[in-house]
Nanobody
């Protein structure tokens, strides 16, 4: 029943920035963590960032720390991913996800029950 709608993807040159948005329908009942994952062609889906819904504590993949920033807005039931200094290797489909699990492993895809449709990010050199 929970719906996640993503936006903000597009084409950008290396070194540029993009801001992805993910809006949840209704109030986030029972949602404890929201996160971002990405999947490049021929590769496994990988963890990008996550944030606890109640307190806003952020978590990042080690390789992306310092370039990406995750945030959430409780009033709009939305989560955002600010991406800076983009590189061609950041090219992927980016997915928003939400978890209501009692025990969360932030980097594990199978611990998230709700997923958005994905938005394409392409970084050119």
């Amino acid at each position: 029943q929970v719906q996640l709608v993503e936006s903000g993807g597009g084409l950008v040159q290396a070194g540029g920035s993009l801001r992805l948005s993910c809006a949840q329908s209704g109030r986030a009942f029972g949602i404890s963590v929201m996160g971002w994952f990405r999947q490049a062609p021929g590769k496994e889906r990988e963890f990008v960032a996550a944030i606890t819904w109640s307190t806003g504590n952020p978590y990042y993949a080690d390789s992306l720390k310092g370039r990406f920033t995750i945030s959430r807005d409780k009033t709009n039931n939305s989560v955002y991913l600010q991406m800076a200094s983009l590189k061609p290797e950041d090219t992927a489909i980016y997915y928003c996800a939400a978890s209501s699990a009692s025990t969360i492993v932030i980097h594990a895809t199978d611990r998230y029950q709700y997923w958005g449709q994905g938005t394409q990010v392409t970084v050119t050199s």
